[in-house]
């Protein structure tokens, strides 16, 4: 099993840019894809990005791609979320997951997931 440990967090204004962090800990050898999720109060938890550590393919979705940026630092078993350009509506709680079992992009193919991390963006 993987753990997954958040942070980077905060308040932002609009425009303004956050950098999160997800340290792996644990059996770390055994992890090949990392992504973020977040979800919003009162809805369902939406994929973010992904990376795979095989040729570093990296995914986004479509509300986030051009702003986001997803990487990994394999010798800190860290993925980092360069977000950029944030808005309001980029407001939530955000966690990142491990080894998907199927779609990368579907919350409920991930067993391994961090506390997550709030992050707020005022207007």
């Known amino acids: 099993q993987v753990q997954l440990v958040e942070s980077g967090g905060g308040l932002v204004q609009a425009g303004g840019s956050l950098r999160l962090s997800c340290a792996a800990s644990?059996?770390?050898?055994?992890?090949?894809?990392m992504a973020w999720f977040r979800q919003a109060p009162g809805k369902e938890r939406e994929f973010v990005a992904a990376i795979y550590w095989s040729g570093g393919r990296t995914y986004y979705a479509d509300s986030v791609r051009d702003r986001f940026t997803i990487s990994r630092d394999n010798a800190k078993n860290t993925v980092y979320l360069q977000m950029n350009s944030l808005k309001p509506e980029d407001t939530a709680v955000y966690y990142c997951?491990?080894?998907?079992?199927?779609?990368?992009?579907?919350?409920?193919?991930?067993?391994?997931w961090g506390q997550g991390t709030q992050v707020t963006v005022s207007s």
């Open positions: 997951a491990a080894n998907p079992t199927r779609a990368f992009n579907y919350a409920t193919s991930y067993n391994d």
């Open positions: 644990g059996r770390t050898i055994s992890v090949y894809a």
